[in-house]
């Protein structure tokens, strides 16, 4: 069952990514992968995790791409997705499934992006604070060399 709602998504897959717009390097097609594994996956008891995803995403980040923009490019291929799945699917029963499949990953998607975003301004917020205090440091160190430069002015000068 699940093998066949598979491949009617696959058929989808233009419409979801937009490849008319957008040709066939699409943003978010790892969104749509993500979709497409997990719906072959409905009939293990326990799916798992989707690493790819994770790892998409997370590729994505590396290369410089902005967290809000993976987000609205996933929301897109959702949004996309899902109306084309309740146009072109029959079945109440399979649409049901696949719309909630799309809402966990998309969800899934969402949430790691959003913990990845406060990792990296933790990460920010630790940087700053080393270089505060290493600006404090340096502020003490000349201070304290006016000070000695000041002391050996007035020694000369006396």
Known sequence: MSLEITERLEV?????LN?????????????FDAILSRVARTSETA?????????ALNRRLAWGENASAITVDGESVC?????AVLRSFRDPEDTARVVVIIAEVSCTAASHLARNAVQRASKE?????????????LAAALG?????????????KS
């Open 144 to 156: 304290q060399q006016d000070e000695l430069i000041q002391s050996y002015s007035t020694e000369l």
């Open 79 to 83: 949004k996309r997705l899902l109306a």
């Open 125 to 137: 917020r630790a940087l700053q604070r080393r270089e505060m205090m290493v600006q404090r440091q």
């Open 12 to 16: 989808l897959r233009d419409e979801a």
């Open 19 to 31: 490849t008319a717009d957008f040709g066939p390097d699409a943003g978010g097609a790892e969104v």
């Open 47 to 55: 799916p798992g995790l989707d690493m790819s995803l994770r790892e």
